[in-house]
């Protein structure tokens, strides 16, 4: 299958200070990345949908400032964790469509993840 | 409010056991819907879907899956497992048709015991 790789994989920074998480698409092009949280012992929640050359599309509840998403390249997008703090600790997910995949085929191919650790 | 339920949180069985993992949802209308798993320090893998037609599904690795609609679930099902199938096993709702936004349930991990 396709394959999507996360970097860092693991993270541990300062609160005040910002993280950025690339997640790339290694043997594909992806127009649309999705950016996922997981908290310990709970599902993975959308965070945002990342479409390549146009602005991240935000869940409900989710801060677009304190979390900002780039898709510069059909390969390649980026989470940036801004001014951190404890409470932003997780294991951030990110994932990809591949396109030219049938638009009803809703297959989405994962990263490994990155844990994320404010002190 | 509109969820993913599995209720099972922790599944222990030993080897030849029989596995079913529950799964329901509470979204109406069309939905797509899926089985991912993870693997001890791996990522998450599509395990099965389905999209419509013969509402059971056969997956990779002997699992298989049955979308009752009339009961909102999704029920994954393998008849006999194996140590290689210790892993955590997610859920997933797309209540969207051709929309690619999954929603998970909040998974179950499965250890089999040799």
């Known amino acids: 299958g396709a394959v999507v790789s996360q970097h860092p994989s693991w993270v541990i920074c300062k609160s005040g200070t910002s993280v950025k998480i690339e997640c790339r698409s290694l043997d594909f092009q992806a127009t649309t990345m999705f950016w996922y949280r997981q908290f310990p012992k709970q599902s993975l929640m959308l965070m945002a949908t990342?479409?390549?050359?146009?602005?991240?599309?935000?869940e409900q509840g989710v801060e677009k400032d304190k979390f900002l998403i780039n898709h510069a390249s059909l390969t390649l997008s980026t989470l940036t964790v801004t001014s951190a703090h404890p409470e932003d600790s997780s294991f951030y997910i990110c994932s990809a469509r591949a396109t030219g995949t049938g638009s009803n085929t809703g297959e989405l191919f994962f990263g490994e993840g990155s844990r994320l650790t404010v002190l | 409010a509109q969820s993913v339920s599995q209720h099972n949180h922790h599944v222990i069985l030993s080897e030849a056991a029989s596995l079913e993992l529950g799964c329901n949802y509470s979204y109406g209308g069309t939905v797509n819907l899926f089985w991912y798993v993870q693997y001890p320090g791996q990522h998450l893998q599509l395990l099965l879907k389905?999209?419509?037609?013969?509402?059971l599904v056969k997956g990779i690795k002997g699992f298989e899956a049955e979308f009752i609609k009339s009961k909102f679930s999704f029920n994954l099902r393998k008849p006999s497992v194996q140590w290689s199938d210790t892993a955590e096993y997610f859920c997933?709702?797309?209540?969207?048709?051709?929309?690619?936004?999954?929603?998970f349930g909040t998974g179950t991990r499965l250890l089999v015991s040799p």
């Open positions: 990342s479409n390549e050359g146009s602005k991240a599309t935000y």
């Open positions: 997933a709702v797309n209540p969207y048709t051709g929309f690619q936004k999954l929603v």
């Open positions: 389905y999209f419509s037609g013969d509402p």
